[in-house]
């Protein structure tokens, strides 16, 4: 009999030794998934022709947008959590013509599919009170409808940067103040964390 109860006694002990483990690394894997930080990342694009000049600064450029209260060329949104690379990519494809057969009484137009969109890849690092973002960025879109004889321009933009990041404050990534001026303006906002 007390061999018995020596051997429930045992049983017990090496049962809740298990649960016991087994809860705390449990507790553990959701506190590291807790403190994760999630944001989202917006970045806009904006022509600024009547101010494209290479003497703006980067806060002159993101302050006149704001006082012009410009619509951005196209926006585009990803939400990522911090340590871990967010992508999102919207395209299309676009027959755009490239020119034409026949004669003068029967015309053939010729076309040819031209893929155009935006695609952004972004990971952050919290470093303290900053927030570092490594950013690839392209967009490519049509500009204007070209001809019955050739195809619009493609307008191609590409920005790869690794920035220090201020929590809602629009900041310049890149651009440009040649011919139809273009210039990239990314904001970082915090979201809530998940509750579980």
Not at 105 to 130: F, L, M, Y
Not at 133 to 140: A, C, K, N, T, V
């Amino acid at each position: 009999m007390r061999t018995f109860l020596n051997s429930i006694c045992i049983l017990i002990l090496c049962t809740t030794s298990f649960y016991s483990t087994t809860t705390a690394q449990d507790l553990s894997v959701t506190t590291s998934t807790a403190i994760a930080e999630r944001y989202l990342v917006t970045l806009s694009e904006f022509q600024l022709p009547d101010a494209a000049t290479p003497s703006l600064t980067a806060d002159e450029i993101t302050s006149q947008i704001a006082a012009k209260k410009l619509l951005p060329i196209e926006t585009i949104r990803v939400a990522i959590v911090d340590g871990i690379e967010g992508m999102a990519q919207f395209g299309k494809q676009v027959a755009v013509t490239t020119g034409t057969t026949g004669n003068r009484d029967s015309k053939t137009r010729q076309t040819r599919d031209v893929p155009i969109g935006t695609i952004i890849r972004v990971t952050s690092k919290s470093n303290g009170s900053e927030i570092v973002l490594s950013i690839q960025y392209e967009s490519s879109r049509l500009n204007g409808n070209g001809t019955d004889d050739s195809a619009p321009d493609i307008l191609t933009n590409r920005i790869t940067t690794t920035q220090a990041i201020s929590l809602s404050k629009p900041t310049l990534l890149g651009g440009t103040s040649k011919d139809q001026s273009s210039y990239a303006i990314l904001t970082l906002t915090k979201l809530p964390q998940k509750s579980h």
